[in-house]
């Protein structure tokens, strides 16, 4: 058979066709495929921050500019080519890309090395003019995802800065200056609106380099500015300040938001310049800032910052507060983590037996949580060694909180000191009754059965005996939130395991000496001798018995002359009285006159529940709302 050649006309129509593929440049074909939406989210939301790729944004840009293969190869071209096309026609979008494409650049650097600072820096440098230079046109609409992972690039590119500036151990100097792609940046400081110096500033970290654990809830904030953890330690020259004598003298431990504003350009000797100010902000006072004549939310971490400071402070067990009371000599009393603002309501936490002001940390750390909350009031913790008497207990919270008096409000006239809020949860609401009832002869003759001017004492001992039993009312205490309280008693106390814990406390030698003094006092009265037990000291769980004189006395006190609420603990349900909460029952927690009862379905441990930290929330609202509207008081916040 003959091979037969193609024909001609075989022959064009494969010639045209070859030439029609040509020009269409092989695109291949056009069409769609199916994905999983977590996929296609996925990819959509894929960017430098979260991998080692560009965004879909960023390489478009590289595509329309025909750059893809320039940055694979020669990344810092591509860098100087984008620097070109803001020079010559800027736009918001080319911003953008500069910025990730920086970031990238950073990312891929040498950890710490001078090439990641200048990179980082320029970022957030592209970044902040993405969002706030308004000559870029109009304003990204805030339903744009890009605004949100731009400020998210501005944070972590200035996040990446501020973690190569203390690894170096870089310091700040009058006339700081760093370098950037665009020439140099000229630091200032700005804002510092921090209650102390920033000289005393001793380590920082920024609160993305850790992930709190043990609390439940991880209170933060998004939007500008960079979350520190800022660790203080005050200067060791000189007195400690009056103002400081409740904060710890040895470390303090603050959250606190950076924000490094841009604030414009020059030229110096024929180097751009651009000008930028160091601000540092307590977003436990503001949460917003102005920038450009517009209020923008701050990024806040306080979760991560109370997590840092609880695994560096050596805080002792609240088993060894209750045995061994001599332990916690040096440590009783107010603790405030923050330095006293006159603009906001002290609210006093005291922990109950067995325990200390770690037990308030779930609480706290969701207070924080509210920003009216947060902006409006300051925490304190009351800390005492839970197996000395609970009368002596009251006395030494009576006497902190006048102490505090005298140095934040010596003229007795500051509305916001004056409406404090006294939080107790177990043996600690029993000390917070105390506060606000009164003492005097009454509490004297039915505790001791003879009147106190018939007892020969020393002028030390009478003072002693006075500032436990005779006492006023405080009149800047303006409300009590009693938590699981056993107002009369608990029967947990009189059972073999309290009688043991009791047998087992060590109270200080220093007030079991002035103690026994005083009862060998009493033995020469024959009237005392049935009544009380003259060699033994009561300790913080014989006050909890039922049939002792300190429940029956104390439940019988007048408490109408504030508003108090209770939080009770019911092991079977919630909101429904009656039953126990292993320690306490509904019937020794019940107060016939609170102004709120609310019951959740926990054991003693009430205060840490979710339920219970809700009310707590409430009543706090409650106070500002009332406490506003009797006076007319404004609340500051910003």
């Known amino acids: 058979m003959k091979n037969r050649r193609p024909s001609f006309f075989f022959l064009r129509i494969c010639a045209i066709l070859i030439v029609f593929g040509l020009l269409s440049g092989c695109a291949g074909k056009v069409g769609v495929k199916p994905v999983s939406l977590d996929k296609r989210f996925e990819d959509m939301n894929r960017s430098a921050l979260n991998s080692d790729s560009l965004s879909e944004k960023t390489q478009m840009f590289l595509r329309q500019h025909d750059l893809v293969e320039t940055w694979s190869k020669r990344p810092d071209s591509v860098l100087e080519e984008g620097e070109r096309f803001l020079r010559e026609k800027p736009k918001r979008e080319t911003l953008f890309c500069m910025m990730e494409l920086c970031f990238l650049r950073a990312k891929k650097s040498a950890p710490s090395s001078m090439d990641a600072f200048k990179f980082y820096l320029s970022a957030a440098y592209y970044a902040y003019t993405y969002l706030f230079d308004d000559e870029m046109g109009s304003t990204p609409s805030a339903y744009n995802p890009h605004s949100r992972l731009v400020c998210d690039f ?18 700040y100097q009058k006339d700081f200056r760093a370098p950037m792609l665009r020439g140099q940046v ?7 609106e921090t209650n102390w110096d920033p000289q005393e500033l001793k380590h920082f970290y920024i609160a993305y380099e850790f992930e709190p654990l043990g609390l439940e809830n991880h209170v933060k904030s998004y939007g500008i500015g960079v979350p520190v953890i800022a660790v203080r330690v005050p200067h060791s020259s000189g007195q400690q300040a009056a103002s400081d004598r409740f904060l710890s ?40 800032v102005d920038i450009g004549g517009r209020k923008v939310p701050l990024e806040t971490d306080f979760t991560t910052p109370l997590a840092y400071m609880i695994e560096n402070t050596s805080m002792p067990g609240g088993i060894t507060g209750l045995l061994r009371g001599e332990s916690w000599e040096d440590r009783q009393g107010l603790h405030m983590l923050q330095p ?4 906001k309501i002290p609210v006093v936490f005291v922990h109950g037996l067995m325990s200390s002001p770690e037990t308030w940390l779930s609480m706290f750390n969701s207070l924080l949580a509210d920003t009216r909350i947060r902006q409006s009031y300051q925490f304190w913790f009351f800390m005492y060694p839970t197996g000395n008497p609970i009368a002596y207990s009251a006395s030494m919270l009576r006497e902190s909180l006048k102490e505090a008096q005298e140095i934040f409000d010596p003229e007795l006239n500051n509305p916001n000191f004056n ?15 105390m506060m606000i009832m009164k003492g005097g002869e009454e509490l004297w003759n039915e505790t001791i059965g003879v009147p106190f001017d018939e007892i020969e004492l020393t002028e030390e001992q009478r003072a002693y005996l006075k500032r436990i039993f005779f006492f006023e ?9 009693f938590i699981a309280v056993p107002h009369k008693g608990s029967y947990w106390a009189d059972r073999s395991i309290g009688r043991l814990g009791a047998y087992l406390v060590k109270l200080p030698v220093t007030m079991v000496k002035k103690s026994f003094g005083i009862l060998t ?12 037990q003259l060699d033994k000291i009561a300790t913080g769980i014989d006050g909890l018995r039922p049939e002792s004189s300190f429940v029956i006395i104390t439940n019988k006190a007048d408490l109408s002359a504030i508003p108090f609420h209770s939080i009770i603990g019911n092991q079977e349900a919630a909101d429904t009285p009656g039953g126990s909460d292993g320690v306490v029952p509904y019937e020794s927690s019940h107060l016939d006159d609170a102004l709120s009862e609310k019951i959740v379905r926990s054991g003693h441990s009430a205060h840490r529940h979710p339920l219970a930290i809700l009310e707590v929330t409430r009543i706090l609202e409650q106070h500002l709302d009332e406490t506003g509207k009797q006076e007319g008081v404004v609340i500051s916040g910003r």
Do not use: W
């Not at 501005?154 to 690894?167: F, M, P």
């Not at 000229?186 to 510092?192: D, E, Q």
């Open 521 to 532: 006092a009493l033995a020469k009265n024959e009237k005392l001798k049935t009544k009380l």
């Open 154 to 171: 501005y944070n972590r590119s200035l996040a990446g800065c501020l973690v190569i500036y203390r690894d170096k151990g870089m310091r």
């Open 186 to 192: 000229a630091v200032t400081m700005g804002r510092r």
């Open 419 to 433: 409406r404090m809020v006294l939080v107790g949860h177990s043996m600690g609401g029993l000390l917070s009754k």
């Open 340 to 343: 006293y603002d006159p603009n």
């Open 249 to 288: 003298k040895l470390r303090q431990t603050y959250a606190v938001t950076a924000l490094l504003r841009f604030t414009g350009s020059a030229n110096e000797g024929g180097t751009p310049l651009i000008r930028a100010e160091f601000d540092i902000y307590d977003p436990m006072d503001r949460h917003k």
């Open 473 to 481: 009312p405080l009149p800047f205490v303006s409300r009590v939130i």
